[in-house]
């Protein structure tokens, strides 16, 4: 009898033990997320989808994420301001949308004449990338990562062929980030309008030219139909775009949790690189098929020596006004110039040896 007894006392702590292990391990932890992109949006609201599933299945349903797109939060260009407030925990959005806010979150999307995608990874990730990220978004109450990167963007839609630098004066282009900038010093005014709203402002003349993505995203948003000239690319070669993550919703997570949402994230900024990459090719073989019209430009050599001698300038007067400018800066073009001596003997002459052949 003793001896059942003890048995029972013991199976009753173990049940007791293991339901308690079972609670514990089964918290669950919701995060929502606001995204700058509308709902259903490709290949960014994709990302943010493949990440929110990928914590969940990896965390065992212990990380749910709730995804709240522009259309549900109507402020596609306040992510920043959600995030920091703690009214949303994550946001995905890009960081040079915040240069208006502080100047500094600039340097982490892409800059013009910048690293290309491989370049600007390296930089982030083994380059001190991202704890020059931190020191600007740290202050801030904010957790920045790298979101998904489009590779090299197209230079956007134009109404008028751009002939001479004089064509930029009083152009009102809509492009983000030190591109924008640079156009403005070359007498341009540029502004930054969120993704929905980008067509209505080109078809309502608001805007005379606009640059968005390139053609995987670009072609779907009927931008051809109302400006022909599509010009190839010189201020966006690796645009990344950002996972916010307010600091107090990352340290209420237990820290398995944080590295699985860490992973979660890395892996699908990655993956929307490939999809970008597939997208944009089959949309560069369906547009030479079914829009012929579209005229595909390059900017006259002398537009481009203005628009390169109008970065330089800004680059150093931006530096001499802000020392982390500076210690951002000074690390970007040291990577870059390390990187690209790289680039060019392995990407640039294998390429170059194609198309001799
Ligand atoms: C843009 O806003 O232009 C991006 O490429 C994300």
């Given amino acids: 009898r003793t001896v059942r007894n003890a048995l029972v006392a013991a199976s009753t702590v173990a049940v007791l033990l293991s339901s308690t292990a079972a609670y514990s391990a089964e918290k669950v932890y919701r995060l929502k997320l606001a995204e700058t992109w509308g709902a259903n949006f490709p290949i960014f609201g994709d990302t943010t989808k493949a990440m929110a599933e990928m914590a969940e299945k990896m965390s065992n349903g212990r990380l749910q994420i709730r995804i709240d797109s522009a259309n549900k939060h109507k402020a596609p260009l306040g992510v920043f301001d959600m995030v920091k407030a703690g009214q949303y925990d994550i946001g995905h959005s890009a960081s040079y949308y915040w240069k208006g806010k502080v100047p500094n979150t600039l340097y982490f999307s892409t800059m013009p004449f910048g690293m290309v995608a491989a370049e600007q990874y390296a930089w982030f990730y083994h380059g001190g990338g991202m704890e020059l990220m931190e020191k600007v978004y740290g202050p801030h109450n904010l957790l920045s990562f790298p979101g998904g990167n489009t590779g090299v963007q197209m230079g956007g839609w134009f109404q008028k062929e751009i002939k001479t630098v004089d ?38 003349r608001t805007i005379d030219a606009l640059e968005w993505v390139g053609p995987g995203l670009d072609l779907r948003m009927g931008f051809h139909k109302i400006a022909p000239y599509y010009y190839t ?125």
């Fill in 167 to 204: 064509d930029l004066k009083g152009l009102k282009i809509r492009i983000p980030g030190f591109a924008g900038e640079v156009l403005a010093k070359l007498g341009a005014s540029p502004t930054n309008i969120a993704p929905g709203e980008l067509y209505t402002a080109l078809e309502r």
């Fill in 233 to 357: 690319g010189w201020h966006e070669p690796a645009t990344e775009l950002q996972f916010l993550v307010n600091k107090q919703s990352w340290e209420r997570l237990p820290a398995d949790l944080q590295e699985i949402l860490r992973v979660a994230m890395r892996l699908s900024a990655y993956d929307m690189y490939i999809l970008n990459t597939h997208a944009s090719a089959e949309n560069w073989s369906t547009m030479k098929e079914e829009y012929p019209n579209i005229k595909v430009m390059n900017f006259p050599d002398d537009v481009m020596a203005a628009i390169r001698q109008a970065n330089d300038e800004l680059l150093e007067e931006q530096a001499k006004n802000d020392p982390l400018a500076k210690e951002i800066l000074d690390s970007q073009a040291a990577y870059l110039e390390k990187a690209r001596e790289w680039t060019l003997i392995a990407d640039k002459a294998y390429l170059d040896s194609q198309a001799e052949q």
